[in-house]
């Protein structure tokens, strides 16, 4: 080892950033060395890929799961339930102690610290004696902590966050929040330019600061009004509610001696209604529904995938029989590609196997399969078809083997592209009978599972709030008492996905969220859940509370809250099909 190579050890704990493009292959071994050795203690170890750890740093963890290229620098300070996304960076002197969970992209500065645990000061007792508490930190995605700062238990800062060198930070940050001082107080909203405040007016120049959370870039950002107390409180007060009631309503579907569920009762149980029961009990209780462990809950899903196609039937059923794409024309067995792999995720497994009809479907074959789909007249079939095969090809992916035959999925996503309706930004067109229904409701289960889904921003994204804030205002079904679970989400997914976009027609988008919170919230019924809603035909759940309503109305509620600034009062976030983030970053299309 020459002196240079001394030199850059050093280096690289201090400055570990340039470790990936600078380091030698004895230093590369000597990280390799570090790694093993954190995977080998007692804790729970993950390191994702990239990472790096300092070796000076002190990390002594029960839990440490580091996400892709995040690091861990110089005398960092690392202890406890400690969970990150990727490309976050722990820097020198810091310390990070409790049960800490950081997003995607957070950076925190030299010498700062996350103290997730505190002391008892009743004065029976020396400060020594007292019982340690710990209600945990969360900090969202693309957060920047500055240096010297000070975060306390108990504190959740939101998404896009900035908080200035020195602070000491007591309460929660809502989203896009730039805050400073002793203790942090919101300064401006991160999106508004300097001094903007100022020139508006505003006393102290401290700016309004919306708790949106929903844009990643928003250079045409138009800017919600100052959020309503009292509909903060009122979603608050309903996520407590769901919570206490979370388990009587699980209860109350759950079909005795069998192990299954069924959407609601006096109907025969279903696979979906046993992910629908999953879902809700991860969003509202944190956990698998309580009559079973998880593990049992897994594999009773699990034992449901047919081993030669990789699909799931209905229980009863017969293996589904693959269609010109490798999807079934069962409606339920496309769907269950769904719902079944994202609970499984939600229980800490996985399809036992590919879904292998799918994974043999070559290019040409699924470019036919796409130009055949029913676009003029069945829009939402055919965006339910390409939702299913691209959740296939996910959780291909996800599995290690090929999402489809070479070339595939990129066919699929050059295809949707080059069909994009550049007036409309969606596939498909009106119909007399329904107006932009099946394209609009087409348009959020298409772009659910590939755009979406995959990470990948989508085409005309302001095209597509002109056409779903045109569907919104029509009464045949959005008049008081029309609305359903899936018209009212297939309007606010594409607004909340295109925000990330654009600020295109904000306020409009934000005012009816509002709207629709406000309705969405009586629709609760104590111990029994949200009905599904109406249907033109009849069929489907309908006005009785159950599973499906009440597992598609918590994601609507996320949802509407996330776009009017509100989502952090409710204290859960969906991770299953109706998840925020990409469920795979843009490259795993490759």
Same mark, same amino acid.
């Given at each position: 080892m020459n002196q240079q190579e001394s030199d850059d050890d050093g280096l690289f704990d201090h400055c570990p950033w340039l470790y990936a493009e600078q380091a030698s292959q004895r230093q590369r071994a000597a990280q390799e060395r570090r790694r093993k050795r954190l995977l080998g203690t007692a804790g729970s170890v993950r390191l994702g890929e990239g990472c790096f750890v300092a070796e000076t740093a002190a990390v002594y963890p029960d839990v440490l799961h580091l996400g892709d290229r995040s690091y861990i620098a110089a005398h960092a300070y690392v202890t406890g339930d400690i969970r990150t996304g990727a490309d976050c960076t722990i820097n020198p002197f810091t310390v990070v102690r409790g049960t800490v969970t950081l997003g995607d992209g957070v950076r925190i500065g030299a010498h700062s610290s996350l103290l997730a645990f505190n002391h008892g000061t009743s004065p029976g007792l020396p400060v020594h004696q007292q019982p340690v508490t710990s209600r945990g930190i969360t900090v969202g995605d693309d957060v920047w902590i500055g240096s010297h700062v000070?975060? !306390?238990? +108990?504190?959740?800062?939101?998404? #896009?966050?900035?908080?200035?060198? +020195?602070?000491?930070?007591t309460k929660d940050l809502p989203a896009w929040t730039v805050a400073a001082g002793n203790p942090a107080r919101p300064i401006r909203d991160r999106r508004e330019p300097r001094g903007a405040a100022q020139r508006a007016g505003v006393p102290g120049g401290v700016a309004p600061v919306a708790a949106s959370g929903v844009a990643a870039s928003r250079s045409e950002a138009q800017h919600p009004a100052q959020e309503p107390s009292a509909l903060a409180g009122d979603l608050s007060a309903f996520a407590d509610a769901a919570r206490a009631q979370a388990a009587d309503l699980l209860d109350r579907c759950r079909q005795p001696g069998t192990? %299954?569920?069924?959407? &609601?009762?006096?109907?025969?149980?279903? !696979? &979906? @209604?046993?992910?629908?029961?999953? $879902?809700?009990? +991860?969003?509202?209780? +944190? $956990?698998?529904?309580?009559?079973?462990? @998880? @593990?049992?809950?897994a594999a009773r899903l699990r034992a449901l995938q047919d081993p030669v196609t990789g699909l799931v039937p209905e229980y009863g059923a017969s293996p589904p029989v693959p269609g010109p794409a490798g999807l079934p024309e069962d409606g339920a067995s496309a769907y269950h590609v769904l719902c079944v792999g994202y609970a499984l995720d939600l229980l800490g497994s996985s399809f036992a196997h590919p879904? #292998?009809?799918?994974r043999t479907t070559t290019a040409d074959r699924l470019v036919r399969h796409l130009a055949d789909l029913p676009w003029r007249d069945r829009a939402w079939h055919a965006g339910?078809?390409?939702?299913?095969?691209?959740? =296939?090809?996910?959780w291909n992916l996800r599995l290690g083997t090929e999402a489809a035959a070479p070339g595939a999925l990129e066919a699929l996503f050059g295809w949707l592209h080059t069909h994009a309706d550049p007036w409309t930004g969606m596939w498909g067109s009106p119909t007399a009978e329904s107006g932009r229904l099946q394209m609009v409701n087409g348009y959020y289960r298409l772009t659910r599972g590939s755009f979406a889904q995959f990470g990948l921003p989508v085409p005309y994204a302001e095209r597509v709030i002109d056409t779903v804030l045109d569907h919104a205002r029509d009464p045949r079904h959005f008049a008081p008492g &029309?609305?359903?679970?899936?018209?009212?989400?297939?309007?606010? #997914?594409?607004?909340?996905?295109?925000? %990330?976009?654009?600020? #295109? &027609?904000? $306020? $409009? =988008?934000r005012s009816w969220a509002v709207n629709q919170l406000t309705a969405a919230l009586r629709r609760w019924h104590p111990g029994r859940g949200f009905p599904f809603g109406p249907t033109p035909d009849g069929t489907g759940p309908g006005r009785e509370p159950g599973l499906q309503g009440t597992e598609m109305w918590l994601a609507i509620v996320w949802l509407l809250a996330d776009l009017v600034g509100l989502a952090d009062v409710l204290g859960y976030r969906p991770r299953g099909i109706h998840r925020p983030e990409p469920a795979r970053p843009a490259e795993g299309t490759a």
């Open positions: 000070v975060v !306390v238990d +108990g504190v959740t800062i939101g998404d #896009h966050c900035v908080v200035g060198a +020195g602070a000491v930070v192990g %299954r569920y069924v959407d &609601r009762p006096g109907t025969e149980p279903t !696979v &979906r @209604a046993h992910c629908d029961a999953v $879902e809700i009990a +991860g969003l509202l209780l +944190g $956990e698998a529904p309580p009559d079973l462990p @998880a @593990a049992e809950h879904v #292998h009809t799918v339910a078809s390409v939702d299913s095969w691209s959740t =296939a090809a996910h &029309r609305e359903n679970a899936c018209n009212v989400l297939d309007v606010i #997914h594409p607004l909340w996905l295109c925000a %990330r976009q654009t600020g #295109h &027609r904000a $306020e $409009e =988008a």
